[in-house]
């Protein structure tokens, strides 16, 4: 079925793959040693064929055999955090914290990693594999963090959209279908930037009462002002009579200035001598001074804003301004979120092995966040043939599910997507946590009528799916690695720009996997934001940027069952294989931002 990339799409010829880490020892023999050269000297040498464009084999490793590399395959029944680093995994801060807790195919698996056994690597074959296929219906292929994200921006961009044209009171945090055009100069007329007299020629000026403006001027009472002269020229008159040579004339900011005036006066700069009817200047007068001339801004026909904009409180106000009424945007994608697992509760206490559904309330305001529609939470249970009619009936651009991405004996997403036919993009990401999320592109049985195939224009072709983990902090990885960027193409964004930060102390990292790590903001030893002191980071001054420069601190309950972490956070660091050192530049994923809602129903990030 021709539906979205492949991850093959995503990956350029001749890219080298990130180098397989290795952990920090937790024993000091020879023979482990000796196994961990061999195991070094292995992956570099599968890391050099990498670069140089050779294919690699694909296929589940032996059981006795480690991954071999990022793009590893996921072997059915894997766990999310199942333990491959030869070290436990601390937290950057004071108090030395184990993160990274193995993850069970159950939601909220045990707190403890047990010790992981050195690494094993096959012996390179002697010829080269035939090249490895994209991922289809059924096949199970993991794949870096990188070209997950970059599947998912391009899956989005794929899809094309059309814009419908709806009030400017009702585009706030729509993204603009159209480039925004200016219909008049701004501003269409010159006009006075500040209270005080327009003036021609050389001063002192005779005050004069304004001549041929309509409109207020006629209207408005003569009242007296400071100099016991009338109002002037106000905002909102029609064109007043040229002004003579040597002449003065109250006006008002916003007001037209007369033809002949060649400056503007402002009043705390004048002195009105009211026995003389004179006006003299306290500082110099400059031509054009205080004057906003026609078309300062923009003319008509510039292009103020490109497709692809969010609309902002700022936009709406341009547009006005530029003479719209309305605006042509593209709709928000909808979503629907399915929410799975009979152990999950909806209110009260944990109790007799169920659990509180915590992704239930978050997951939707964080795809409000991210510029969607979402539509309450549908809660499935355990149950393979809620789960296949939900997904088949679906007339959203994307479902969002949580839970049931692994291989367990309730685990139903991956046979019903085999099922129903579904095209299997992404299965299993190179991430921790969040390692078994997914992305499918389901099939519409009667393509006639969703926004899907609106979007789309192809018959057949369904909403995409993103499988998110059930353990909390693995679930947000998902959400910002898979769904994040999906969103950002079907609302007709482009894909987020990223931004690198130093982080402070040194972060442990997964021997193959990047690592996804709660952070906060902060400079010298103050974070950014007040509210996050005390919630789990270190806020001492110790090694590190120091000096008052901005820098991440990573949080101390970064487990992938765990959200105190991602709940103080400002944002997630992502750790290369291997981890970094204090001091390291690291790429930042902001978290949306729900903080934004009220004044934007969730599209600001």
């Known amino acids: ?230 109002m002037g020229i106000l905002a909102g008159q029609s064109a007043p009579a040229a002004l003579a040579d040597g002449d003065a004339v109250r006006i008002a900011t916003g007001a037209r200035i007369p033809a002949d005036a060649n400056a503007v006066i402002r009043s705390e700069h004048a002195h009105v001598d009211e026995t003389r009817g004179l006006l003299h200047a306290q500082q110099r007068v400059l031509p054009g001074q205080d004057i906003r001339p026609r078309g300062q801004e923009c003319r008509a026909g510039d292009q103020l804003m490109p497709a692809g904009t969010l609309v902002t409180p700022a936009v709406l106000g341009l547009a006005a301004a530029a003479g719209y009424d309305a605006l042509a945007v593209v709709p928000r994608p909808r979503v629907d979120v399915l929410v799975l697992g009979d152990e999950l509760l909806t209110g009260g206490l944990p109790h007799d092995g169920l659990i509180r559904d915590a992704l239930g309330p978050m997951i939707g305001p964080w795809l409000r966040a991210l510029g969607a529609e979402v539509s309450a939470p549908q809660r499935l249970g355990d149950d393979a043939a809620a789960l296949r009619h939900a997904l088949t009936t679906s007339d959203a651009d994307l479902v969002v599910t949580t839970g049931g991405t692994a291989a367990g004996p309730v685990d139903h997403v991956h046979p019903v997507l085999a099922e129903i036919g579904a095209e299997l993009l992404v299965d299993g990401v190179a991430v921790r946590p969040g390692h078994p999320m997914l992305l499918a592109r389901l099939v519409k049985e009667n393509a006639a009528a969703g926004p899907s195939e609106r979007r789309s224009g192809a018959r057949g072709e369904g909403p995409y799916l993103v499988g998110l983990p059930g353990n909390p902090l693995a679930a947000v990885s998902g959400l910002l690695t898979l769904a994040e960027p999906l969103l950002r193409g079907l609302a007709g964004r482009g894909p987020q720009v990223p931004y690198r930060a130093v982080v402070r102390d040194e972060v442990h990292g997964h021997p193959q996997d990047t690592r996804l790590v709660p952070v906060v903001h902060r400079v010298g030893g103050a974070a950014v934001r007040p509210e996050s002191n005390g919630n789990g980071c270190d806020g001492g001054s110790g090694t590190g940027t120091g000096g008052g420069a901005e820098h991440v601190v990573p949080l101390r309950y970064s487990g992938p069952a765990m959200l105190r972490g991602i709940a103080a956070a400002d944002g997630l660091a992502v750790v290369p294989p291997g981890g970094v050192r204090s001091g390291t530049e690291v790429e930042i994923l902001d978290l949306p931002s729900a903080s934004a809602m009220p004044w934007s129903e969730g599209c600001f990030t």
């Open 1 to 230: 079925m021709g539906g979205g990339p492949s991850a093959a799409d995503v990956h350029p010829p001749g890219d080298s793959s990130p180098a397989i880490g290795h952990g920090r020892g937790v024993g000091s023999s020879s023979a482990w040693a000796a196994e961990e050269d061999r195991a070094v000297e292995q992956a570099l040498a599968l890391v050099g064929r990498r670069s140089s464009g050779e294919p690699q084999p694909m296929g589940r490793p032996h059981a006795t055999e480690q991954p071999r590399s990022m793009d590893r395959p996921c072997p059915a029944g894997d766990s999310e955090e199942a333990p491959r680093s030869p070290s436990p995994d601390h937290s950057a801060d004071t108090a030395p914290v184990r993160h990274d807790r193995h993850e069970c195919e159950h939601r909220y698996g045990p707190e403890h990693e047990p010790l992981p056994q050195p690494p094993h690597l096959p012996d390179l074959p002697t010829s080269p594999p035939p090249p490895p296929s994209p991922p289809t219906r059924g096949h199970r292929h993991s794949v870096s963090w990188e070209e997950a994200r970059a599947l998912a921006v391009r899956c989005g961009r794929a899809v094309a959209v059309r814009g419908g044209t709806i009030p400017l009171d009702g585009a706030l945090g729509h993204v603009l279908a159209e480039p925004l055009v200016a219909f008049t100069d701004l501003p269409s007329f010159d006009t006075s930037a500040m209270d005080g007299w327009v003036v021609s020629g050389p001063g002192p000026w005779k005050i004069r009462e304004p001549a041929g403006a309509g409109n207020k001027a006629e209207t408005v009472t003569k009242k007296s002002t400071g100099s016991g002269r009338g």
